[in-house]
Structures are given as structure tokens and as C-alpha cells.
T-cell receptor, first 116, second 116 residues
Framework: AQSVAQPEDQVNVAEGNPLTVKCTYS??????LFWYVQYPNRGLQFLLK??????LVKGSYGFEAEFNKSQTSFHLKKPSALVSDSALYFC??????????????FGPGTRLSVLP | GAGVSQSPSNKVTEKGKDVELRCDPI?????LYWYRQSLGQGLEFLIY????????KSGLPSDRFSAERTGGSVSTLTIQRTQQEDSAVYLC??????????????FGPGTRLTVL
């Protein structure tokens, strides 16, 4: 069964500094990987996904993530953080070979706080 | 086009009462998911519908929970004899396909359920 770990419950960064939100995963086959963001009192919004091809994926709001197969990681990054980036971030994975909904697994979430 | 909508946005009920939560997916999306999110926590998978296939109910926490999807579109999640531990935000998501494709899920704003 697949799993996702987000080792940091909370990440604090100063506005204008680069940010990284970490994600590692475990699947038996090849992964589809996703990042979602949840602003307060809102549903989840899709940021970006990795399917195949270029390991560096660019997404919404200036975010990008790098797929690293050897380290089974898919860390989310942004060169310059904004206060408005403060939110809850979820990493998710699905094994390419799986067809069922339960196998779309979300991590526990990382709360990002960008300080002015 | 319209996104995923959910109703009601907030529901307060007394312990032991039944509640119905509604989800309207994006038109044309064949896959529909229900998740539960406790305060500040990650997403707990509940149930998955894909087209006319039998739903994947493996995430439903007890037989008090049920869901149906009529005409391949609107879905209703029913919780019978609600308990205080059912208090959470219930999120619905839809996607274009769930079989063999990198399905990006689009989430509704959620229904916040409070059981007194």
C-alpha cells in the first residue's frame, strides 16, 4: 500500500525567503504525485502534479516541486515566499497501477506560516 | 464553468439525529470522492464513485455512514444516529477519470458538521 509522509507539521519562513515543504512517499510501482493547498475555511486547491517526464514541475502561484526517484521525495518549493502563501499544504500520491479511489493517499499536511 | 459545490456549508445537529450532505461535482466528471477532515488534520478517505461501477466503500468508518450517487452526478452522504466524533469537515472532490489516468481532483468548499 502506498503512503505519504510530510515530516514537518509546521514550517515558518520570513517573507521574501525561499521556502521548502517536504514530502516523501512509498509506492510499489511508479507514482503520480500531487500538491494541494488549503487556505483557511476553504477546500483544497490543486497546485501541481508529477506524472512523467521532467523531474521539475512548475505549478500555480510560483510554486514548483522536484521529483527525486532515488530519494522517493517530491518537495514543494518557492523562491520567494509571500505572506499570502500561509496555508496548509498536502502532498498526495497514487500508484500508476492502481485504479481505486482509496489508493489516492494524502499526507497529514504541513502548515506554512510566512512572517512579514 | 462552475466548480464542485457542497451544501450545506455548515450543519449543527444533535447527537442521535440523521444528517444528509450534498455534493454537486463538476459537470462531466465521472469520479467522485468523499473525505473527512478533522480539525487541522489530514484527509480521511470515505468513499469513491467511478462511473457506473460499484462504489469503493472501504473508507466508511461504520455502518451509520452511507452514500449514493444518482444519475452519475449528484452525491449524498448520509450519517445516521450522529455521534460527537462525527464532527468534522466533509469534503467532496471530483475528477475526470479514475482509471489509469493521472486524475487531478477538484474539491468543493466542504460541509462543516458539528454534533452537539
Amino acid at each position: 500500500a502506498q503512503s505519504v509522509a510530510q515530516p514537518e507539521d509546521q514550517v515558518n519562513v520570513a517573507e521574501g525567503n525561499p521556502l521548502t515543504v517536504k514530502c516523501t512517499y512509498s509506492v510499489s510501482g511508479n507514482p503520480y504525485l500531487f500538491w494541494y493547498v488549503q487556505y483557511p475555511n476553504r477546500g483544497l486547491q490543486f497546485l501541481l502534479k508529477y506524472i512523467t517526464g521532467d523531474n521539475l514541475v512548475k505549478g500555480s502561484y510560483g510554486f514548483e516541486a522536484e521529483f527525486n526517484k532515488s530519494q522517493t521525495s517530491f518537495h514543494l518549493k518557492k523562491p520567494s515566499a509571500l505572506v499570502s502563501d500561509s496555508a496548509l499544504y498536502f502532498c498526495a500520491v497514487r500508484d500508476m497501477g492502481d485504479n481505486y479511489g482509496q489508493n489516492f493517499v494524502f499526507g497529514p499536511g504541513t502548515r506554512l506560516s510566512v512572517l512579514p | 464553468g462552475a466548480g464542485v459545490s457542497q451544501s450545506p456549508s455548515n450543519k449543527v445537529t444533535e447527537k442521535g439525529k440523521d444528517v444528509e450532505l450534498r455534493c454537486d461535482p463538476i459537470s462531466g466528471h465521472t469520479a467522485l470522492y468523499w473525505y473527512r477532515q478533522s480539525l487541522g488534520q489530514g484527509l480521511e478517505f470515505l468513499i469513491y464513485f467511478q462511473g457506473n461501477s460499484a462504489p469503493d466503500k472501504s473508507g466508511l468508518p461504520s455502518d451509520r455512514f452511507s452514500a449514493e450517487r444518482t444519475g452519475g452526478s449528484v452525491s449524498t452522504l448520509t450519517i445516521q444516529r450522529t455521534q460527537q466524533e462525527d464532527s468534522a469537515v466533509y469534503l467532496c472532490a471530483s475528477s475526470l477519470a479514475g482509471t489509469g489516468n493521472p486524475d487531478t481532483q477538484y474539491f468543493g468548499p466542504g460541509t462543516r458538521l458539528t454534533v452537539l
